[in-house]
């Protein structure tokens, strides 16, 4: 069953079948019914996030970047560097992203 399935194969069977929506985590499952259920709760509920979150930057915020390109003053942090000494290790440093 998909519930039971890791997240990359429930993706991966989405893609597959042409399914248009997908919702993996019980949280998600649970956030989703109470916003089909209450959407003005929600939205007023989700507001004060959406006000801590960054506002424009400029033209430079326009700019294609990668992931590893947009850093926050929480990132790297103890939960990324794993994956940072890995990439190291295994030289996959990323490469600046290319602009066309």
Request: charged share 20%.
């Amino acid at each position: 069953t998909l519930c039971s399935a890791p997240a990359a194969r429930q993706i991966i069977d989405a893609s597959r079948y042409g399914a248009s929506q997908l919702v993996i985590t019980p949280q998600a499952r649970l956030l989703r019914l109470v916003n089909g259920v209450c959407p003005a709760f929600v939205s007023e509920t989700l507001s004060p996030v959406c006000r801590l979150l960054p506002g424009p930057s400029g033209a430079e915020g326009d700019r294609l970047k990668r992931g590893w390109e947009s850093q926050s003053l929480i990132a790297p942090s103890l939960l990324t560097r794993p994956a940072d000494r890995a990439a190291t290790d295994n030289k996959e440093e990323p490469q600046p992203a290319v602009t066309s």
